[in-house]
């Protein structure tokens, strides 16, 4: 029976049969690793019992807690760091054209753009040409400038859908600066806020190519922690912890995205 390959039923079968292939082969692995880090077996591929001994594990872990502490510690920092940079830069762009405008967006999200072995090189030699010695410091200075473009895109996007008569109807009320901004745009532009903060904490908090390059000793991180267990050898306790890991992001990334639907 010969197939016609131009019918359009055709088609749509082999698009969804891709997709669903793409799919699989992204998803796939990810659904494996949570399976498999209730595995009771010590062996990581092979299957004994369920279990969640390994969670209880992984938890107890005092080098493993370090290195989680210092996740927070520099994600925190840079989310509120970025943020406030994201936030002045966003309001600052969206007050009107200016020479040298689309240069400056172009910096704002040249990160995105730049792969990011090369940002990490590039921070790292600047850390080295500069005499600063490399520890926790110089992982929330790195993981600041880098994730200023995820705060930023969110703030900006939730100024381009405000209506800039409310800012002018406040001044006409006599209200400055400060208070037509407290008043009028933050309520409007918090949405955008907590969206970009909750995406840099998350991209912050899984970052290990820069923390990598730009952690000196006693600035181990969850994902560089994760990365010598994995050289040791897979594990269900290897499993658990991403699993977190993946839990915690899914979680971010979920209620940061509702977040930005908000309307006005």
């Not at 840079?78 to 200016?98: H, P």
């Not at 110089?138 to 930023?152: D, L, R």
């Not at 381009?160 to 409007?188: C, I, K, S």
Request: charged share 10%.
């Amino acid at each position: 029976m010969k197939v016609d390959v131009s019918n359009p039923l055709w088609r749509f079968r082999g698009i969804t049969s891709t997709a669903m292939f793409f799919f699989a082969y992204l998803y796939l692995p990810i659904v494996i690793l949570l399976a498999l880090s209730f595995n009771e077996n010590k062996l990581a591929t092979i299957w004994t019992g369920f279990t969640t001994d390994w969670y209880v594990t992984a938890l107890s872990n005092d080098d493993m807690l370090r290195a989680a502490k210092n996740s927070i510690i520099v994600a925190v920092s840079a989310t509120i760091l970025a943020t406030i940079a994201a936030t002045f830069a966003a309001m600052g762009m969206a007050r009107g054209r200016f020479r040298g405008e689309v240069g400056v967006s172009a910096m704002l999200v040249l990160p995105l753009l730049v792969p990011e072995i090369v940002t990490a090189i590039a921070t790292l030699l600047f850390f080295v040409a500069l005499g600063i010695k490399l520890g926790l410091i110089t992982v929330i200075i790195a993981h600041t400038v880098f994730c200023i473009p995820f705060a930023y895109l969110p703030i900006r996007a939730r100024l381009e859908g405000m209506d800039p008569a409310l800012a002018e109807a406040a001044n006409d009320l006599y209200a400055n600066e400060w208070q037509a901004f407290r008043r009028v745009t933050m309520p409007l532009l918090w949405p955008g806020i907590l969206s970009g903060a909750m995406l840099s904490f998350i991209i912050s908090l899984d970052d290990f190519v820069i923390s990598y390059f730009v952690g000196g000793a006693g600035a181990t991180t969850l994902p560089i922690y994760i990365f010598g267990m994995i050289r040791i050898g897979i594990t269900p306790e290897v499993n658990a912890v991403s699993a977190m890991m993946l839990i915690v992001s899914i979680v971010f990334v979920s209620v940061s995205f509702l977040i930005d639907r908000i309307r006005y």
